[in-house]
């Protein structure tokens, strides 16, 4: 199960997290919106509010974030977008 990280500007605990959860929801979760659910449920629970997910097979996206709080990824082959807003 590899993934491949594309941008990451987040601390090396935040980054493990997201990676776990995100292969944890994947096998766990039946679609797109229940993966996003979860990985944001789990960054709002331990690192606060106001964390966005989003999670597919084929998307561009450009965001505006906290500082050290953003991460883009592929768990398998879905890709994975974690963002914190300030």
């Not at 090396?12 to 449920?41: F, L, N, P, V």
């Not at 097979?57 to 963002?83: D, E, M, P, R, W």
Request: aromatic share 14%; glycine share 4%; with cysteine.
């Amino acid at each position: 199960m590899a993934e491949r990280i594309i941008v990451c500007e987040m601390t090396d605990d935040m980054r493990d997290d997201a990676i776990k959860e995100a292969r944890i929801a994947a096998e766990q979760k039946e679609s797109e919106k229940e993966i996003s659910q979860a990985i944001k449920k789990f960054f709002d629970n331990k690192y606060s509010p106001c964390w966005h997910c989003i999670v597919g097979k084929s998307f561009n996206g450009y965001v505006s974030y906290q500082t050290k709080h953003f991460i883009f990824f592929y768990v398998k082959q879905i890709a994975v977008l974690l963002y914190k807003m300030g």
